[in-house]
């Protein structure tokens, strides 16, 4: 069973568009929701993270929106540049969970110039 | 310098070989993961260890092991029971909410 849901598989977007990834949730127990940046032969690395209190969280250009009541939350990247191609992935975790992180499939980003 | 070392990066083994992949950390934290990535299916968890001599399988454990016999060190071994070994391990530590990963290993069989 796929706890988090995400979409698109990938994407293609011009330099300097919005790319905008989504994902759904159907565990009410996850409390934190982070979004991972994964470049090519390198392991994933945290970019941003929201709590379930929240319904927006910007960091520089990435901004994450929470809508708690329709289960599901999305990363937004302004003004985005070639270097932001990459695979991300979003994520939740389960408060003492020991399992870890419940991932994504992730998605498959490409900037164009 | 703080972080998660993997190692090597790329390994090659023939088929029916055993080979261990290293996971070191020196950030204190208790938690580590195992997980194994191929294209379009994601992160999927082997093993995971909250403490020194414990360990629990995840979703995908069947032809892996490992041990936690240090607090910084949880090494991964593929055997030749696994079917389809070729893939990129990545390993992780956690720290309350937070989870982070190692640069990676690329294993090969052939």
């Known amino acids: 069973q796929q706890q988090v849901k995400q979409s698109p598989q990938s994407l293609i977007v011009q330099k300097g568009g919005i790319p905008i990834i989504n994902c759904a949730y159907e565990?009410?127990?996850?409390?934190?929701f982070p979004w991972y940046q994964q470049f090519p032969g390198k392991g994933p690395a945290l970019l941003i993270a929201?709590?379930?209190?929240?319904s927006e969280k910007k960091e520089g250009r990435f901004t994450i929106s929470f809508n708690k009541s329709a289960k599901q939350f999305s990363l937004h990247i302004m003004d985005s540049q070639p270097g932001d191609s990459a695979t991300y992935f979003c994520?939740?975790?389960?408060?003492?969970?020991?399992?870890?992180?419940?991932f994504g499939k992730g998605t498959h980003l490409i900037i164009q110039p | 310098d703080g972080g998660i070392t993997q190692s090597p990066k790329y390994l090659f083994r023939k088929e029916g070989q055993n080979v261990t992949l290293s996971c070191e950390q020196n950030?204190?934290?208790?938690?580590m993961y195992w997980y194994r990535q191929d294209p379009g299916q994601g992160l999927r968890l082997i093993y995971y260890?909250?403490?020194?001599?414990?360990?629990q399988k995840g979703d995908i454990a069947e032809g892996y092991s490992v041990s936690r016999e240090k607090k910084e060190s949880f090494p991964l071994t593929v055997t030749s029971a696994q079917k389809n070994p070729t893939a990129f391990y990545l390993c992780?530590?956690?720290?309350?909410?937070?989870?982070?990963f190692g640069p990676g290993t690329r294993l090969t069989v052939t």
């Open positions: 992780a530590t956690r720290w309350a909410y937070e989870q982070y």
């Open positions: 565990n009410t127990a996850f409390d934190y």
């Open positions: 929201i709590r379930p209190d929240v």
């Open positions: 994520a939740a975790y389960e408060r003492g969970g020991a399992d870890g992180l419940t």
């Open positions: 950030l204190n934290h208790d938690a």
């Open positions: 260890s909250q403490i020194v001599n414990d360990f």
